[in-house]
């Protein structure tokens, strides 16, 4: 027989430069790799966590897959915004970034192996919906989980509003949604957003004592088991995620999300008072700096 096709790979064969991964011991590590940014996601981490995943999933080797970041000051922390500024002049092409974001969390939460957050730092936005598509996660105690979307210009839908109901609860949920305060990781683990807090350098030991239990577990019916608790967040996934891209895609170009983009850049906090008037006195709030176009009906 030639050589077998649907195997894993050696690690280093990849070249991978925005993630680290590493395969050993039956645990493949994934590592988001730009600590200067506080591991924040850009296209590139997205297309280098497609593959890693699809070869974790593939390695027979590997019995469980563990997901953290580099250095001690965050897990990560969602979208790079440097990046996201493209997408205000071109949405279409945000549209394109969503869907490769969109296949990275279908891939995670399909590997067929039980997957594992550990949560090293401070963990925001899009990267708490990189923890909650974790099976199962492990946080350093003195680190924080937070939501930021209706405080910086957008909308977390994929996988926090769908997730965060059946993980949390439906109150909790809106109240880390709407209020987009941070819950320390002694809450979160009170509220099931994670499994364990322990003291960060207990953090290893502890990622070692749950990758003995998993292996220790059969293979088939460890995956037959995810297939089915999958169940009630690929219902919601899977009716939300498509019309979450679009809508995502068309309101890139709205006045809040440029308020948002710029009060990052210019490290200052939102204009909430100015934006809510505008809607109160009908100042053109669609339109940015109320600028309408000028045409006749």
């Known amino acids: 027989m030639g050589e077998r096709a649907f195997t894993g790979k050696a690690p280093d064969s990849f070249d991978f430069e925005a993630i680290i991964y590493e395969k050993n011991d039956g645990r ?17 981490v997205l297309s280098e966590l497609n593959i890693a995943f699809k070869d974790a999933s593939w390695d027979d080797s590997v019995a469980v897959v563990i997901l953290t970041g580099s250095g001690e000051r965050a897990f990560c922390t969602g979208a790079d915004l440097k990046e996201q500024k493209q997408f205000l002049e071109r949405p279409r092409d945000y549209w394109k970034w969503m ?9 995670l939460r399909n ?15 899009g990267g708490n919906e990189f923890n909650m598509s974790c099976d199962l996660a492990l946080a350093a105690d003195d680190i924080y989980i937070r939501q930021v979307g209706t405080s910086h210009g957008s909308v977390a839908l994929a996988g926090a509003t769908q997730f965060l109901p059946l993980i949390v609860g439906d109150r909790r949920a809106r109240e880390i949604l709407l209020l987009n305060e941070e819950i320390p990781a002694p809450k979160a683990t009170e509220w099931g957003l994670i499994n364990w807090a322990v003291p960060r350098n207990e953090l290893d030991a502890k990622v070692d004592e749950l990758v003995d239990k998993l292996k220790a577990k ?26 979450g891209r679009d809508w995502l895609a068309i309101h890139n170009t709205s006045p809040e999300t440029w308020e948002g983009v710029r009060s990052f850049s210019e490290k200052r906090s939102a204009d909430y008072d100015e934006i809510r008037r505008r809607w109160a006195e009908d100042d053109a709030p669609e339109w940015p700096d109320g600028e309408k176009p000028e045409v006749d009906f």
């Open 28 to 44: 493949a590590t994934i590592t988001f790799n730009r600590p200067q940014v506080l591991n924040a996601i850009n296209h590139q």
């Open 99 to 107: 869907g490769d974001f969109i296949e990275c969390h279908e891939r």
């Open 111 to 125: 590997l067929g192996k039980p997957t594992v957050a550990r949560l090293n730092g401070i963990v925001v936005g």
């Open 218 to 243: 059969l293979p088939e019916k460890t995956r037959y088991t995810k297939q089915q608790l999958n169940f009630w967040r690929d219902l919601s996934w899977h009716t939300t995620i498509g019309h």
